[in-house]
């Protein structure tokens, strides 16, 4: 029950991300947006058990590439950060209704207890058997390249319409 909880509240996180950034008149605050929307995606992941996948999203899309759009925003002064894209009486609203879901299932979490097996003892032995069946890059990329091979698609075609929108951004009209 929580994990299906979990799994909708990082999916609406992301939807509503998306549609947010794509709002957003400053550049700056859309990726703010997109950066949320990769840690929601993040989560995502985790609950499937991706956790390698779910790492390397936050690592590499929401702290490099998005630094990287930053700085190309920030050189092209193409934008000010904003605040009053981020604030408001339903800004608070939102923010607060997710902080207090959030809140209400750890509490649950650690007030109810578990009976099951710790994660990381489930998780390392299912990791050392696949590791010794198919090896350590197998099990790294037979999901990337099989069950989550759109997802794979999907935010290389993100990634690469953010850059042609950067790009179309920065250039200046010759008059």
């Known amino acids: ?75 092209l002064n193409l934008g000010h950060a904003d605040w009053r894209d981020l604030r408001g009486p339903v800004g608070g609203l939102i923010g607060g209704s997710i902080s207090i879901a959030f809140l209400g299932v750890l509490t649950r979490l650690f007030v109810g207890g578990t009976d099951a097996r710790p994660v990381v003892e489930i998780a390392g032995s299912a990791l050392r058997e696949a590791a010794a069946e198919q090896g350590v890059v197998g099990v790294v990329a037979r999901p990337l390249f099989t069950e989550y091979t759109i997802v794979l698609e999907v935010t290389g075609v993100l990634l690469l319409v953010s850059i042609v929108g950067t790009i179309l951004l920065a250039r200046r009209e010759r008059t």
Request: aromatic share 14%.
């Open 1 to 75: 029950m929580i994990q299906d909880f979990l799994f909708q509240a990082f999916a609406a996180g992301a939807i509503l991300g998306a549609v947010i950034m794509v709002t957003r008149r400053n550049p700056v605050s859309a990726v703010i947006f997109l950066v949320g929307v990769f840690f929601a995606t993040s989560g995502m992941f985790l609950m499937l058990d991706a956790h390698y996948i779910a790492a390397i999203n936050v690592i590499l899309y929401g702290g490099a590439i998005m630094v990287l759009f930053l700085f190309v925003l920030m050189l």
